[in-house]
């Protein structure tokens, strides 16, 4: 992929952005689907899937550690015309997610009841989401090195393989869903198991498929055999230094996310499914910013690479205006069809009430979500990815403090947490508004490959 010009800024965005969209869309959908069919189950199932699907953020937060420096680092060589290097870093980035995916996966297996326990699962909701996470602990195995696989293909600026391997794993769960939880056919009725071994079959597939098509090498980018598989120190720090601040971040956002499904976990069963359905309807909803945010990474990170500071402050600018009318949109949208939307998983009249205050309270944190999104992307193809880590932390010890203090201080139950996360949302944008204009960003890309592999030149694709 060029680096953008000027004239080229919007329809580079949106040429790179529109993969990302649907290969999220796509994932997004398995825990979607999930809701949908264990639906059918009752709201105990719902709230056991919802209240098991929050360690996923812990696996994002782990994958972004590794897909973030991976796609900086590979985005800027891909700049700077180092192809050689990029490979390097390819192959650095599965060594290391290999590693950290059979933590993880271990952790998650071993430890699933303590880990449901302390999320706030109590009764049939633990004893059914213990079940679910053993299960789909097998599935973050593969889905971290999918993780990798994805984000080195993004930093070559070629969005189409992550969008077809997150089809056919999105196809291979949309297929096996109903089939194993419902139990149709020959298949056994495994109800809430069903949906996690299903999840953990489509990730095995998604890795297969990926792994496959980096061996064989496209887009610039190809991994072989024929030299050892060894961590080198100097990539491996470069990622690091990249991928722990967003890794930090993502933490921060499951921890938000955690805090929120603890203390909501309190009032009811079905102000928790609630939040459960709410939550994924925003994540759907988030889709677009999140593929902008993306794209603009690899546009940010190969402008820079390029020594290209105006063309990487034009990409920058065009995600931001892009994203806040997206949401801007959705918003408006979400406000005024709330009880539909609730609806369309559950036709439980509790669960419905509260989801439709959530939507009806919570809808405007979108355009900060939007916001943050874009500024993260930003920072991110940079290489500096501390300011959405300080913003994160803000954001989080302000949720917590306020959830706590509107809903039982202040007595105003539920609602009060509804209203926490969108003032928390809101200051955390606002923060990193405020770093962006100050412009540093810029020069912290301009320095991030130094020191790195100094014999490389650029070479002619």
């Given amino acids: 992929m060029s680096v953008v010009h000027s004239k080229s800024v919007f329809n580079q965005l949106i040429k790179l952005a529109w993969p990302i969209v649907l290969a999220f869309m796509m994932q997004t959908s398995y825990n979607l689907v999930d809701i949908f069919w264990v639906g059918k189950l009752g709201a105990t199932a719902i709230a056991s899937v919802s209240l098991a699907g929050n360690f996923f953020y812990i696996i994002l937060a782990l994958g972004q550690v590794i897909g973030s420096g991976t796609v900086a680092l590979v985005a800027h060589s891909f700049g700077g015309r180092l192809f050689d290097r990029a490979n390097s870093i390819a192959k650095q980035s599965l060594l290391l997610a290999f590693i950290i995916a059979l933590a993880i996966g271990i952790l998650g297996f071993v430890f699933s009841k303590q880990i449901m326990y302390f999320l706030g699962g109590r009764g049939a909701v633990l004893i059914l989401s213990n079940e679910y996470l053993r299960i789909v602990s097998i599935g973050f195995f593969f889905q971290l090195l999918s993780f990798s696989i994805n984000y080195i293909f993004r930093g070559a600026g070629d969005m189409k393989i992550p969008m077809v391997i997150m089809l056919i794993a999105t196809a291979t769960n949309l297929i096996l869903d109903p089939l194993l939880i419902l139990g149709i056919g020959f298949f056994p009725r495994l109800e809430v198991q069903g949906a996690a071994v299903a999840t953990a079959i489509a990730k095995f597939v998604s890795f297969v498929v990926g792994f496959l ?166 920072f991110r193809g940079a290489g500096y990815t501390v300011p959405p880590m300080v913003a994160g932390i803000l954001k989080v010890s302000l949720l917590y403090v306020l959830a706590i203090f509107l809903s039982r201080t202040m007595h105003a139950g539920v609602s009060g947490v509804w209203w926490a996360m969108l003032i928390a949302y809101g200051v955390e944008s606002l923060v990193m508004i405020l770093w962006y204009r100050k412009g540093s960003w810029r020069e912290k890309g301009l320095a991030l490959l130094k020191g790195l592999a100094p014999t490389d030149t650029p070479v002619s694709k």
């Fill in 213 to 378: 098509i980096l061996l064989r090498g496209r887009s610039g980018i190809k991994i072989s055999f024929t030299t050892p598989w060894q961590l080198q120190s100097t990539i491996v720090k470069k990622i690091f230094n990249v991928g722990i601040p967003v890794g930090i971040s993502y933490g921060l956002m499951a921890s938000s996310i955690m805090v929120v499904f603890g203390i909501v976990a309190a009032f009811s069963e079905h102000a928790l499914a609630a939040l459960g359905i709410g939550t994924r309807i925003f994540q759907f909803a988030s889709l677009p910013v999140v593929g902008i945010g993306v794209a603009t990474t690899t546009l940010v990170g190969q402008n820079l690479g390029a020594r290209n500071q105006k063309g990487a402050t034009q990409a920058g600018n065009a995600a931001l205006g892009l994203s806040t009318v997206i949401m801007v949109l959705f918003s408006v949208f979400f406000i005024t069809n709330p009880r539909p939307l609730i609806a369309l998983f559950t036709q439980n009249i509790p669960t419905i009430t509260h989801g439709t205050e959530f939507i009806n309270i919570v809808s405007f944190y979108l355009i900060f979500v939007g916001i943050t999104t874009s500024l993260t992307g930003i």
